[in-house]
Antibody, heavy 121, light 108 residues
């Protein structure tokens, strides 16, 4: 059960970036996917989640990114996505994805290793 | 929205010490609380879920307790790999996922 984030890098303020969360070792469409970030020296912040196809692949977002970030999934490829638009310097962080179980008390687990996004002019 | 607080924010301890970290919720959350630890440059690692259930392959020196608004994580005998930051986490099907601010365990 492995998740690997990719797509991070340096980007200018105002630009967009799409992160991928490539999974293996489990049946991807049985699970939800969540995205988190951690700014340098700071704590963990949940960004949003997408439910499994069984629950309509509905999405839920943190207020801090709603309307700017979009989560999606490609179940045929086992990949989750985080589309980030209108990036700001304060979006600089390591971004993580995780596997989640819909409507369960079991928390996010496992997590990917993270990908660094640096927003700077 | 539910807020989680942790105390202390930093804890100085030695190998072999018994360590306790507290997490408080702004309102009752039953036992839907997890604990993670995170080493610098690494992803968070799940230790405990449902307040007291030890995740598979997590050493038995870790234990969790509590319900409602008050939770604790205890390490009975601190080991070198335990010097890290510990986070409590709550997830809710309606409001999402919330983390405490973290407790850093450092060498005394």
């Amino acid at each position: 059960e492995v998740l690997v984030e990719s797509g991070g890098g340096a980007v200018q303020p105002g630009r967009s970036l799409r992160l991928s969360c490539t999974t293996s070792g489990f049946v991807f469409d049985d699970y939800a996917v969540s995205w988190f970030r951690q700014a340098p020296g700071k704590g963990l912040e949940w960004l949003g989640s997408i439910r499994s196809p069984t629950y309509g692949a509905t999405t839920q977002y943190a207020a801090s990114v709603k309307g700017r970030f979009t989560i999606s999934r490609d179940d045929s490829k086992g990949i989750g996505y985080l589309q980030m638009n209108s990036l700001k310097t304060e979006d600089t962080a390591v971004y993580y994805c995780s596997r989640d179980i819909d409507y369960s008390t079991y928390p996010s687990n496992p997590w990917g290793q993270g990908t660094l996004v640096t927003v700077s002019s | 929205d539910i807020k989680l607080t942790q105390s202390p924010s930093t804890l100085s301890a030695s190998i072999g010490d018994r360590v306790t970290i507290t997490c408080r919720a702004s309102q009752s959350i039953g036992t839907t609380l997890a604990w993670y630890h995170q080493k610098p440059g690494k992803a968070p690692n799940l230790l405990i879920y449902e307040a007291s259930t030890l995740e598979t392959r997590v050493p038995s020196r870790f234990s969790g307790s509590g319900s409602g608004t008050h939770f604790t994580l205890t390490i009975t005998s601190l080991q070198p790999d335990d010097f890290a930051t510990f986070y409590c986490q709550h997830h809710d099907d309606h409001s999402g996922i919330t983390f405490g601010p973290g407790t850093r365990v450092e060498t005394k």
